[in-house]
């Protein structure tokens, strides 16, 4: 599903499109982050300490209305005042820095004084400063002090910039920033992926920035003609699919030249006696004018020497032009620069800060122009002085990992203020981890890092750099001997990594993970995690006190981490069970075997290899005498896998729980039903004496409520848990009737755990409940009501079963839970609970004789959530391609939609086959092909992984475009280009032998030929995804699947790091290859790591979505602002959930009338979209269909059209012309060009779309009708009525079908065929005057109507769903109401009692993407 937020209902929070941008194929769910979203401590411990003394939930009395349900105004009111504690109003100060005049700065309280020094070094006119300090009437200011804790700092106050004298640090730092500063506008770094610099082409569609440009000069009344022809490549049915218009040259670019070299000296450190006059370094320039010279860093600035190159004279020259800013010595002396560097910083200023700012993570592009390689003393520097993170701006020299990851989770939560802190250095470190553990990755596989255990073999060695300890994906010490080997220990690390991810999000307080990245380079997948403190001095044996680190031999088990594992164990679904040690003693675990707990020296208790954290999957570990469920084994389960470390998703788990509880729910009601058919015959009068019951809940339970509703869902389930509750409270109670009468909804499985109140104690449950916030409903956007006949009746049972047992003493509804239990495999007998036992099927794993029953439950589960796997969600994830809920667009997205669902990527094959046997094969076409392509490429990818591993560094290149040759071009027998010298690759050969992980034999590559890759890609499909493909070479799989060569480009380099130059490829060349080994430009290493979230960010965006499906814009509208600040308060400027936030504001704007605002923050969301995510991926794609429909309302045609050809060559290129989303563009398109009259361009598109329409939606669907319409208006306008008429009775008829003529649409529809065929007769009648007088014919003047700007938007907004299309008899509202209605929200503002009066429904006029 391409982020559609907008469309998700608010009762299901964890499709949203949060969790969709996540990169690569890993959505660390955004289920796992709503636990907390509305509990007091982020997470649920805090909770569960409080709960204890009874009226926990009551101490905090604002914080415990914030829990309270999202709906209650209460709740909302209370976070918003909470939040503005933290935006406390900004004040103005002026600032006086040397020879500028004082200018006005708007600060916050809240912000440190450092701020203000990078605002300073940002701004143009102050930009060459770094060395400063900040006065305040003659005093300094402290750096990290916050403003308002500075005594006099008030409105008004001036603030002085003073010199400060240099030291070495400064004086580098120094030069650092003017390097950047003339490199600003260069985008080599967004090329090579350094620094978190990314690409962004928005502003070259834009013409810079979107304020006035692009709008229609009025010419006289006449208005001026815009060019509007695309490009060839653009318009519809064109075959053709160039790469150069993927990156288009930026004129910007090319940087007016400021200085030709600026380097570090070769006189440098200064020798003793220099430095006691003040030396602290020296440089050597060459300015335009070619003129050398050696600059002397001193404490005092920096002035001109006698040096030369060869002669060594430190003196100052005369004049020595003594400046303390380098830019102001080189503005003395070279005019050239003085000139330049001032256009250089307008241009720079001028920029969209979006374009500049960092990303929290390293984005890389899969194709680069060719650059030119400028000298460059910081990055030479950076390369050669061991770097280690940053540490010249950090004291103590390299960073301690481990202590900054813990010490972050160690933050207080108990207030929004802290947690926002907390989430913030959370974010932070983790960003930064992932940066440096990539690095040091990187350095580890070519070579430059030392082992820590250098004697032996390559495979085995380990390493440790800056504080991160690295591994290689290889079995070493047969460790994995029993699980499948290497694959196992290649597979290992991820499932770690989720591990990792699922505890994070659980945030239990004193249980500490590692910190894990897992990057893939260079066919090598190296893991890097942060290092427990003092593990490297003690063998493992003695430091593991808890689990086993020999699969389950041993087993030692701790009482502290039984406790903290505990706490994970319901939101992870995690069970309690004891196994056999090697004394046949029986131990307790509340987690895998593998799982081992270590205390470190700093007394934290660590968790790691959490790689069997979620169950194994049945499907793929065939286990001796265990048979699977038919539905299974008819699908050729369970197969053979590669390792046996095969599990299920977390997504999996929670859906298959969701799924029984409805179950359950279902049979309590049916055996309900009976009893009460029974008793009704013996006795009436019970109810009437037990019902008080009702109204008197037990009092200290309401502690629950606030709790229980951490889940931020406004749920739409609430009749469904409504009743749930009852059910299962029979036996408790009635408890949680307070959930009730409180008035807030929780999911079902959190209801469900607050049942289990009364049978175990209060304290504890409370507190998992609440960590349980992460079961929302994984029906994504079904809701769940619907797959439930009688739920109704269910509900009132229900209730009349808690009425008629007050107590819950009734041993018949006892039995009634009991028997459902059973039917759905829950833990517990007097309630529903179902977890998991992970150490199921593990080989070497024993358990007690007495859990034998226990055992048998467990394995049933397994058997059956592998079966709902095949069973239930594969089904569903093509029901909703079908209806185009989900549009995956290419691999990514496929993926994404995959794991939503909880599918592993190893059921594609399956997947596959289902949708080649659905019968409306034709209308999956696009998901079916999008599906082979991702199977192609991940066999290619597979393959390509073992092919690099044994190529040494000097043939990288001839390797990588000798595998894009015989996996890509038509060309049959590629030969490999050896590297020319066969003497130096022996000579080195010898020497990195033992270095290079790998080694072997490094020219077999060579050997590849074409056929055999792709026999090999046929037999991989097979063997791993048990899909046979019939295609030997790349012709045929084009041929046979209608794959695109450039997109299959696409996905191999994105997956295997491969970045080319980009230029035409002639794919086709019978004759020669097409790659070369100069077209490989680089390789990127693949990146997995934890994700943070902003939980209390996330929860507002929630709410603020749920007013706006309930038609509370403005409210909305404010929620979602506050959302944006929070989310800039944890992540920064940059990042995915940050778009999702402004693309809906923008949309919320534009439907409020405020078109100028949707533009500004709808262009925010595009260039954070291309930064963030990629120039083009599918989100980015959409992004730019909305800025484009935005522009168009703003009256800015050509830059509308613009950006509509733009997203049309990205969808070309990421999915082909054969998509349903295309037709939604090409409406666009087509639109757009009817509006300026360019009627057979726009034919061209409309035609198109309306092919596509009736291909995925079926020929009868209201799309097709609508798409007919549209084409009759061109027609018309074409004055060809007969063609006009043919399109709209086809039309027509679609609307009398499907809605009855009663309809409007039906009756419009009708009206226009009336006037098209008036028009049509004019016509003919003035065409016939004329035959038969000849030139004196009295000619009637016809009406040829150009389109009005007004009629195009509406159509625009019809079709991208901005005005939802009212279908159903009771919302015949006018569309033109749509427009009054909303001028009179704006002016009433509240919309709250408009709402009552005008009733706006969900699938009446909302903004929902259609």
């Known amino acids: 599903m391409v982020s559609k937020t907008d469309e998700i209902p608010a009762s299901v929070p964890n499709c949203n499109a949060v969790d969709l941008a996540e990169e690569g194929g890993e959505t660390p769910d955004s289920k796992e982050t709503t636990t907390s979203v509305k509990d007091p401590c982020a997470c649920g411990h805090g909770a569960d300490t409080a709960v204890m003394n009874g009226n926990g939930a009551q101490e905090d009395e604002a914080e415990s209305k914030q829990d309270g349900g999202g709906d209650t105004d209460g709740g909302d009111e209370s976070n918003e005042q909470e ?108 090329y090579n992926g350094v620094d978190c610099n990314s690409l962004s082409f928005l502003s070259l569609f834009t013409d810079g920035d979107l304020g006035d440009s692009g709008k229609r000069k009025k010419k006289g009344s006449e208005l001026e003609q815009i060019d509007c022809t695309p490009p060839e490549h653009i318009l519809p049915g064109s075959k053709d699919r160039p790469l150069v218009p993927l990156q288009p040259q930026n004129k910007d670019w090319k940087p007016t030249l400021c200085l030709k070299v600026l380097t570090m000296s070769g006189w440098n450190p200064p020798p003793g006696n220099r430095k006691m006059h003040g030396d602290l370094m020296y440089l050597y320039m060459v300015t335009v004018e070619e003129r050398h010279i050696s600059i002397t860093a001193s404490t005092r600035g920096f002035y001109l020497n006698q040096s030369t190159t060869y002669t060594f004279n430190p003196k100052p020259a005369n004049p020595s032009f003594l400046s303390h800013s380098l830019v102001e010595l080189l503005s003395q002396v070279s005019p050239a620069f003085k000139k330049n560097f001032t256009a250089l910083q307008k241009k720079r200023v001028q920029r969209h800060p979006f374009e500049r700012i960092a990303t929290p993570f390293q984005v890389y592009s899969w194709t680069a122009p060719q650059m030119d390689h400028a000298m460059d003393c910081v990055r030479a520097e950076d390369a050669y002085t061991s770097r280690l993170g940053y540490e010249e701006h950090i004291p103590g020299q390299t960073r301690d990992w481990n202590e900054e990851l813990q010490t972050t989770r160690e933050l207080a939560r108990k207030n929004l203020p802290e947690r926002l802190l907390r989430e913030r250095a959370i974010f932070k470190v983790h960003s930064d981890f992932a940066a440096a553990a990539t690095r040091g990755a990187m350095a580890v596989i070519d070579g430059n890092v030392m082992a820590i255990n250098p004697g032996e073999e390559t495979r085995m060695q380990m390493f440790i750099w800056n504080n991160i300890f690295f591994s290689l994906g290889f079995d070493v010490r047969d460790h994995y001997r029993e699980l499948g080997g290497d694959a196992a220990a290649h597979a290992a690390p991820t499932n770690d990594l989720n591990g990792v991810r699922a505890y994070g999000a659980v945030d239990v307080e004193g249980l500490y993970t590692l910190g894990t990245v897992v990057v893939d380079y260079r066919g090598y997948r190296v893991t890097a995690q942060s290092i427990i403190p003092g593990i490297l001095e003690r063998e493992q044996e003695q430091s593991v006190i808890y689990g086993s680190i020999d699969f389950g031999k041993t087993v030692v088990s701790h009482t502290k981490y039984l406790e903290l594992l505990e706490k994970t164990s319901r939101p992870l679904k995690v069970q309690k069970h004891s196994v056999l040690n090697e004394k046949d003693e029986s131990v307790e675990l509340c987690s895998s075997v593998e799982c081992k707990g270590i205390i470190g020296n700093d007394g934290r208790h660590y968790i790691l290899d959490l790689l069997r954290t979620f169950p194994p999957d049945l499907n793929f570990l065939p286990v001796e005498g265990e048979d699977v469920a038919p539905e299974c084994v008819r699908q050729g389960f369970p197969r053979q896998h590669r390792h046996r470390l095969a599990c299920l998703r977390q997504d999996l788990i929670e859906a298959f729980v969701e799924h029984r509880y409805l179950l359950f729910m279902k049979m309590a009601a049916l055996q309900l039903m009976q009893q009460k058919a029974n008793k009704e015959n013996k006795v009436a009068a019970l109810t009437e004496t037990s019902s008080p019951a009702l109204e008197a809940p037990p009092a200290p339970l309401l502690t629950d409520t606030p709790e229980s509703s951490t889940d931020s869902s406004e749920t739409s389930t609430e009749t469904l848990t409504e009743s749930n509750a009852d059910a299962t409270a029979a036996p408790t109670e009635a408890a949680p009737k307070t959930a009730q009468l409180d008035g807030t909804h929780t999911t079902p499985t959190q209801e469900a ?72 495999g829950s833990i517990s007998n007097t309630s529903f609970d179902i977890r998991f036992n992970p150490d199921i099927f593990s080989p070497g794993v024993r358990f007690p004789d007495d859990s034998v029953e226990d055992i048998q439950k467990q394995k049933q589960l397994l058997k059956d959530a592998a079966a709902f796997l095949v ?239 309930q038609g509370f814009l403005k409210e909305g509208c404010e929620l979602i602002n506050e959302a944006l600040n929070l989310f800039n308060n944890v992540y920064g400027a940059m990042h995915v959930e940050i778009c999702a936030c402004l693309r809906l ?232 109401a749509e427009v009054q209605r909303r001028q009179q929200l704006q002016e009433a503002g509240r919309s709250d009692e408009l709402a009552e009066h005008s009733p706006l429904e969900l699938e009446d006029k909302i903004p929902i993407d259609d």
């Open 83 to 190: 939040v503005i504690v933290i935006q406390d109003t900004g004040f103005t100060v002026k600032i006086q820095a040397p020879g500028t005049e004082p200018f006005d700065l708007q600060v916050s309280p809240q912000e440190m004084v450092q701020e203000i020094h990078q605002v300073l070094m940002d701004r143009e006119d102050t930009c060459h400063r770094t060395c400063f300090s900040l006065q305040l009437d003659g005093n300094v200011l402290d750096n990290f002090a916050e403003l308002k804790s500075i005594e006099g700092l008030q409105e008004g106050s001036l603030l002085k910039v003073v010199e400060e004298p240099y030291t070495v640090r400064e004086a580098r730092i120094h030069v650092r920033h003017i390097r950047d500063l003339l490199k600003s506008l260069d985008p080599s770094d967004s």
């Open 1145 to 1376: 504001l923008a949309r919320l704007n534009y439907i409020m009338g405020d078109h100028a605002e949707a533009l500004s923050n709808q262009q925010k969301a595009v260039l954070m979209s291309e930064r963030v995510l990629g120039i083009e991926h599918p989100n980015t794609i959409q992004e730019y269909m909305h800025l484009a429909l935005y522009c168009f309302a703003n009256g800015q045609l050509s830059t509308a059209l613009k950006l509509l050809y733009r997203a049309r060559y990205l969808m070309l290129m990421v999915s082909g012309e054969d998509h349903p989303e295309m037709a939604l563009l090409d409406s666009n398109i087509g639109l757009v060009l009817h509006g300026v009259m360019e009627y057979d361009l726009s034919l061209r598109f409309l035609e198109n779309a309306l092919a596509i329409n009736s291909k995925y939606h079926g020929p009868r669907s209201l799309k097709v009708a609508l798409s007919h319409h549209l084409v009759a208006r061109v027609y018309e306008s074409k004055a060809e009525f007969r063609s006009a008429l043919q399109h709209e009775k086809e039309g027509y008829t679609i609307y009398k079908n499907q809605v009855g003529e009663a309809h409007e649409k039906t009756k419009e529809s009708s009206e226009y065929l009336k006037y098209l065929t008036q028009q049509a007769v004019a016509l003919q009648r003035t065409m016939n005057e004329i035959y038969k007088n000849g030139s004196n014919a009295s000619i009637m003047p016809l009406k040829f109507t150009a389109p009005s700007m007004a009629s195009v938007l509406e159509q625009l907004n019809i079709i991208n769903g901005i005005i939802f299309i009212p279908l159903s008899q009771k919302d015949l509202e006018n569309l033109k």
């Open 871 to 1109: 069973s239930c969600q594969i089904p569903s994830l093509v029901k909703d391609c079908l209806d185009h809920s989900a549009l995956p667009m290419d691999g990514a997205t496929l993926t994404e939609a995959l794991h939503q669902r909880g599918i592993n990527i190893r059921y594609l094959g399956n997947v596959l086959e289902f949708v080649d046997k659905t019968p409306a094969k034709a209308q999956l076409e696009h998901f079916y092909r999008i599906g082979i392509s991702e199977l192609i490429t991940r066999c290619a990818k597979h393959f390509f992984k073992t092919y690099l591993q044994g190529v040494e560094l000097s043939a990288l290149s001839a390797a990588v475009s000798h595998f894009l040759n015989c996996f890509l071009s038509s060309f049959a027998d590629a030969v490999a280009h050896l590297p020319t010298d066969e003497l130096v690759s022996r000579r080195k050969n010898r020497k990195r032998k033992n270095r290079v992980p790998g080694g072997g034999d490094n020219t077999a590559w060579a050997s590849l030929t074409p056929s055999e890759l792709w026999k090999s890609i046929v037999s991989e499909a097979q063997s791993y995804y048990h899909f046979t493909l019939y295609c030997e070479s790349v012709d045929l799989a084009v041929e046979k699947y209608g794959l695109q060569k450039i997109t299959l480009l696409r996905e191999i380099s994105i997956k295997a790091g491969i970045q080319i130059l980009i230029k035409e490829y002639n794919f086709d060349s019978r004759h020669k290859p097409a790659f070369t080994e100069e077209d490989i430009l680089n390789i990127f290493p693949v990146v997995k790591h934890v994700n943070p979230k902003a939980s209390d960010a996330f929860h507002f965006f929630q709410s603020g979505q749920a007013k706006v499906q």
């Open 753 to 824: 755990a607050t049942t289990t109140t009364t049978t175990n104690g209060p304290s504890e449950p409370v507190a998992t409940a609440t960590q349980n916030g992460e079961c929302e409903s994984p029906l994504e956007g079904k809701e769940p009501e619907d797959s439930i006949p009688g739920l109704a009746q269910a509900k009132e049972l229900a209730e009349s079963l808690v009425a008629e047992d007050g107590s819950g003493i009734d041993p018949k509804s006892r039995e009634v839970v009991l028997n459902a239990c059973k039917a759905v």
